[in-house]
Structures are given as structure tokens and as C-alpha cells.
């Protein structure tokens, strides 16, 4: 999923996104909850409208959010206490008010408010904090209203202990939501921890139900943890770096406001069907970067988006072939060592 | 014309000019020039194939931007010494090596190079200032080579004395260049003095060749400078404005950033068939200049060209079908004070 924080995927419309074949977007309930504020999102016919993208959307919780703000927030039993990072404003999320504000957004798939512990975590922190999370998933599955037209996902927490990660997923189960989401990764832990979690919750979540994979993440990323059951990610990774002039391509990382590009009339990549290859040079999108056009971000946007959305197309298409584990080793292949 | 100063129409992308149905734009020989540099131009092919837009183009002479480097520059009769405004480069821009810019460019039009005095000057001078001019047209004529794919225009100057613009037309006119540009208005002038001038030049300058008039304007100042028999075009004014969040419209300025835009979900201007006014709302595109997100600019920018190029269009019917003077008094009645 492409990343729109604040009702928009940065530097592109969503004719872009039609044209990359996105299938659905992500919007950030935090960012959207301060500004425009979910009421006017709301009188706007939801989010959908107001942002022209037709096709689906997830919003997430706007728990890890509210937990990044260090100093600038209190977790209690019932919800957490911040304040904004814009204007210092005193806010108040619980289960129930974050429900309330994604059932305005009306994003289709919505997502319970959890406690994502940071990393690292005592094996006892990150208990109670599950015991908070799992208390809130039950709250939050009681006050959505709109279960006929937004899928509710509970989210799976539990730090790298898998004791707690099965505890979660079982409980969660039990309340029997329609997708899971697997959280608190990606947050500082190591990699082989990552997938050691997403490989060992792949038995036990039930393989009916799309699994996503919150803020996850490089090519290699996605490709492990496809690898191990998981549906759906998200990450500001592809756009962010393009952004910055960091584009992902087959053969990695291009930064592409190297000298080495100056003279290349060659596309990002030759054998790449995006606008940017299709119409650009390296040598041109270079100089777009150099003199601060934004027309640079937003083609290096595109190519990293077609490359992310490409590498997950084809990953669909082995698996339905039967055939993930040899694309996943003959794509990693061409993968260098910085994409991991 | 959209100008492109750096091989780019900021914030869109040639398929966006294409949507719009731009026939032309316009890029910078002085920006060009020192980024990434025209010899890079050549080799990529030309400036069509290096920004990937393959309808016409022209480009200035860089006069206009050389003058206008106050104290970094110095004008001989030879040409213009001058620094660049990026590193403090030196830099000596003759008519022949203007020309040569041009030629590696491979603009569709290009322009002679030109002294255009400040605004006010004495008539004196303007006059000395008109010799150079024409000086230096003639040494352009002669070192233009690629007469067969680009059209060289003369630049009419003379400030606001009629006398000296009369002389400046008809020595260019026995040099018989393909078109001819009007330069030196638009640079401080009552808007009076602008439209005798353009009025003035009416019956002068040859019926069946293309007038340019260069860096305007106003809507108000197409309409009334297309009376008095100017073909084309180019300014700033629609994207720049744009990207600050002021948008042309039939019905004057709009900023889009007022809070009383907050909770307005009509479009920008319900009649307009542009990408921005078929699926957006003022509430969605103020919520973007909100949170600096650039969707904003582009979709105020594309408004802002769609408006533009919608009305010179429209002016181009209304000449066809003998009624262009009916046609802009309704026009312009719609418009208020603020767009003169």
C-alpha cells in the first residue's frame, strides 16, 4: 500500500496512482484526526471523496503515531493522553474515540488501537502492554458501528517473544475479526527477528484471513514475509528515499543525484514500463534533482512505486503458479546487499 | 505558452501539459544554460527529447535575465559580461554565443539576443540601448545555422517612445525574420503605456508573420493585447501564483487558503472541465496548501494553465468567428479589478 498520511500519496495525484495499477492506498488516522480533522472528512463524504481515490483504503490506528511522541503523551488504562505535535494541543485517544474517528474517515479496512511497545522492551513491559492492547481490541470491536462496510483488523503485538505473539494471536482470534494486522515490528529489532515472529505467527493466524504486516519495508522485506504467509504492508520507504533522490530498482539503490548519471540518457531501468522509464532520462531526472524541480520527486516516486507494486504483483503471480520460493531466490538475486 | 524555465513546467509533468493541451511552451536560455548546460542539452538531443516534451518550443535569448542581474553583469557593445546568480561564475553572453545556446538547444523558436532597458530610463538611453538591439539582431541572423528547424524572432524594443519602437519594428522587418517579439514592456510600465505601445506596433509590424509578446501578463492584459494583435504569450503568472495558492478563475482570484474555503466541497469553479475541478474540492485542495503538500500546487496549477489556456483559446474562436471584441467585453466583465 502506498503510503497517503495526510489524504494524499506525496507528490502524486491519484491519477498516478490508477495509472501504477495501486490497488488500495494507506491513510494515517493521526495526521488525518489533526488536520483536516475527521469531522470535516466526514462532511466531505469520507475520505474517498474527499481525496478523488475511489478505490480502497486502510487507515491505520494512529497507535504507533501516538506512541512516537515521546514526552508528548501518557498511557492509561483507558486510552492515551498527547498532545499534538503541531500546535502542543491537549488530545485524548481511546479505544472507542479512535473507532469513532476512523468510522468518519470511512477508510474500508480500520484497525483497532493498540499500545505498540518500543524496542527494546522487558518481556514484562510488553506483557502488560498486550494485556492493554487485547483489552482495547475488545472495545474497539464493541464500538464499531460500521461492520457492514469497514473491515475492523485486530493487531497482533507481543514484542519478539513468541509466547506473547501466540497469546495475542489466539486471544485476537477469539474475537474473531476479519484480517489481522501484525504490529510492532520494524520498530529497531533485528531483521531475523522480524521474520523469526512473522514465520512463527504464519501456523497459528488463520490462513483465510488477509495477514498485514504494519510499516514493512525494504524489497527483501516483503519478500521474506510474503514468504511467511503475510497479505498486506505498508511503508513510506519507496516514496520517502524517492523523495531524497534514492530509487529502488532491480539492481538496488540508484542515487540518482550521483555525477556518474549526469551524461546517462538512459532510463532508470531499460526493461521498466512506469511513466518515468518510459518518457526520462537518469541524465534528466538528475537535473530535475539538481535544480530542486519537484516534477524529480514525483518521477522517481512513480518508478519506486511501479517497482514495489511490481515486485508484489509478481510475487502474486508465483504463488499462484506455485512457484514463490524459486522467483523469491531469482529475484533476491539481483537484489544488492543495501536493499535488505 | 507554460513556461519551463529549467526544462520543466514546475510541479507538472509533459503528460499533465498534454492533458491540458499546451501547444507550446517556453523554456529559459539563461537557466538552461548554467543548468544543466546546453552542450548537456545536445547531447541528449535536444531539449524536447532530454525534457520529454515533444510538442513546440521557444526559448528567450536570456537578455531579459542577464539584464536583470543587477550589478553582476556589464554590457560592451560586443555583448553582456555578467556572473552567474548560482556560484558566481563568470560568464559572456554575445549575440553569436546566444545563438550557438539556442542551436544546441533546438527550440522550435528561438529569440535574437536583445538589450532590454530598465524601466524607468531616459529616452537617450533607450535609444543607444536600440542600437545595440539592433546591432546585435543582425550578427544573430547571420550566426544562426539552423535556420530550416528553428525560427528566429526579432525582438522590437524602444521602451514606451513610439518613435523609437517605429524604428526598432522596421529595421527588423528589412532583416525579415519569421516573427517578431515585442520586448520591454511588462518591466514597470503604467499598464496605458503597455497597450499604446502593443496598439501602436498594430499597424507596423507584418499582418501575416507571429507577434510575441514577451512576459505578459494579466488576463486582462491577453485580452487586450490580443485587440491590438498579439499572437502569443508567455508569463509566470499562472504557475507561480498557483503554487502560493492563488488561483485564476472566471470570477477573479481565488486564494485558496482562506478559511472560508475549510468547508467548501464545490470545486474550484463547477463549469471548469480541468483534472483539478473534475474531481476535487476547494476544502480538499486548501486542507493540501494546509500541511504543504504539493498535490496542492499541481492541482492549482493546472487550474491556473487550464484557465489560461482556456481563454486564449476561447479568444482564438472568437477571432475566427469575427465577434473577438463582443467576446472580451463579456469576458472581461466577469473578471474583477484584481485581475488587471
Known sequence: MPVGTRATVKTLSPQNLLDLHAQIILGNTYHLYLRPGHELIKKAGGLHNFMG?????????????????????????????????????????TPEKVIEIQNAIGADIIMCFDECPPFPATKKYVTDSLETTLAWAKRCRSAHKN???????????????????????????????????????????????????????????????PR?????????????????????????????????????????????????????????????????????????????FSVDEILGMQLASIHSLHFY???????????????????KKSFGANLDEIMD
Not at 68 to 88: E, Y
Not at 317 to 324: D, K, S, V
Request: charged share 25%.
Open 53 to 93: 481515490w475511489h478505490k480502497p483504503i486502510l487507515t491505520d490506528s494512529g497507535g504507533f503515531q501516538v506512541m512516537s511522541l515521546a514526552g508528548l503523551r501518557k498511557i492509561t488504562p483507558d486510552g492515551v493522553r498527547f498532545q499534538s505535535h503541531i500546535d502542543g494541543s491537549y488530545h485524548f485517544f
Open 147 to 209: 461492520t457492514d462496510k469497514q473491515a475492523l483488523f485486530g493487531i497482533v503485538q507481543g514484542g519478539i517473544y513468541e509466547e506473547l505473539r501466540r497469546r495475542s494471536a489466539l486471544e485476537l482470534m477469539e474475537m474473531d475479526f476479519p484480517g489481522y494486522s501484525i504490529g510492532g515490528l520494524a520498530v529497531g529489532e533485528e531483521k531475523e527477528d522480524m521474520y523469526r515472529i512473522t514465520h512463527f505467527l504464519h501456523d497459528i493466524l488463520p490462513s483465510n484471513k
Open 309 to 327: 507494486l511490481e515486485l508484489v504483483g509478481k510475487a502474486r503471480q508465483a504463488i499462484l503458479e506455485g512457484n514463490f520460493d524459486s522467483f
Open 212 to 288: 498485514y504486516l504494519m510499516g514493512v519495508g525494504t524489497p527483501g522485506d516483503l519478500l521474506e514475509n510474503i514468504g511467511n504467509g503475510v497479505d498486506m504492508f505498508d511503508c513510506v520507504m519507496p516514496t520517502r528515499n524517492a523523495r531524497k533522490g534514492t530509487i529502488f530498482t532491480r539492481n538496488g539503490k540508484m542515487i540518482i543525484k550521483s555525477a556518474r548519471y549526469k551524461e546517462d540518457f538512459s532510463p532508470i531501468d531499460s526493461e521498466c514500463e512506469c511513466y518515468a522509464c518510459r518518457n526520462f532520462s537518469r541524465a534528466y531526472i538528475r537535473h530535475l
